[in-house]
């Protein structure tokens, strides 16, 4: 069960450092709600809106303290002025704000249903005509190793370009101010809201960051297959593997883990064909039953 009096104080003192902190007021009212503090929470959510008027979630939260208040003509009147904060932003405002709190495997799989619904609605304003772009693999040529041919964009392109994206990340979030502040709201969001970072334009800034690098890698693999709805679904459940299998958080593991796993595949097409599609799995449930935290995870203890 959540500490909501302890989350009242960590929301205290955010406030006091910084009255303008969003976050804080959303933080104080969330749990004044669950306490029962109807009166409480709606003026916090109150100082919000005059913060941020377009904020979806203040508009949301004040509308369930009004409904818990018995206040109902309040409750529609704020319900209605939520919906119109920012319609078109259903998804942030309505969706990932609400999960960015919970488990990271309720996040998981909760994104993943919305890419499945959002993949088949792009099938039906699109259709399933596959498309062949492979103008970059042919203008780069080939190359020669040993007696064996390879394709200069797979054995050079590709690979300095994962290097590159793996170091800048990494420097990204170990020497950047920006870096550090998603690294510490990742590992506790209250400590990091009471000394006044705003958490939720930080998941905001990552989620896009995230979807930046999807889209990166997905234009980078589009020339070497063909493109048609549908590969995106073997894209992220291989990459739910190589995450899982080296653990939440460790990039430079992922990276390790990938080549691992990749080298699995090419062996086993090799010497047996049938379970090449099954060994990125089969490796991930050996690694799991050994150690739960993954390869290059550690087991941490969390406050709740």
């Known amino acids: 069960m959540q500490d909501y009096e302890g989350a009242l104080k960590y929301a205290n003192l955010a406030i006091e450092k910084n009255p303008d902190n969003i976050e804080a007021y959303i933080e104080r009212a969330n749990s004044n709600n ?17 913060i941020q008027p377009a904020n979806a979630i203040a508009f949301n939260m004040r509308a369930w303290a009004l409904y818990k208040k018995k ?11 939520y919906l119109a904060t920012d319609p078109k932003d259903v998804i942030g405002n309505h969706l990932l704000a609400r999960i960015y709190e919970k488990e990271h495997v309720l996040q998981l799989l909760v994104t993943f ?39 200069a964009y797979q054995l050079l392109l590709l690979p300095g370009v994962a290097l590159l994206v ?47 690098l999807a889209a990166l890698g997905g234009a980078l693999a589009a020339p070497t297959t063909s493109l048609v709805p549908g590969i995106g679904v073997q894209m992220i459940v291989l990459s739910f593997a190589v995450v899982a299998t080296a653990g939440l958080g460790q990039i430079e593991g992922a990276a390790v883990t990938a080549l691992l796993i990749g080298l699995g595949r090419s062996l086993a097409v090799y010497f047996a064909p049938e379970l090449e599609v099954v060994v990125p799995y089969l490796l991930m449930v050996a690694v799991l039953l050994l150690r739960p935290a993954g390869l290059f995870g550690r087991t941490e203890l969390r406050r709740v």
């Open 34 to 50: 669950f306490l029962g503090n109807y009166d409480e929470a709606i003026k916090d959510l109150s100082n919000v809106i005059q």
């Open 113 to 151: 249903a919305l890419f499945m619904i959002l993949e088949d609605l792009q099938k039906l304003v699109w259709g399933v005509q596959p498309l062949f772009e492979d103008a970059p693999v042919r203008l780069l040529g080939q190359v020669q190793v040993g007696e064996i041919y390879y394709t």
């Open 166 to 212: 793996l170091l800048s990340l990494s420097y990204f979030l170990r020497r950047t101010l920006l870096g550090r502040t998603i690294v510490a709201v990742t590992h506790d969001r209250e400590a990091a809201a009471a000394i006044g970072i705003d958490a939720r334009r930080v998941y905001l800034l990552t989620f896009t960051l995230g979807a930046a």
């Open 71 to 81: 206040d109902y003509p309040g409750a529609e009147a704020a319900i209605k002025d």
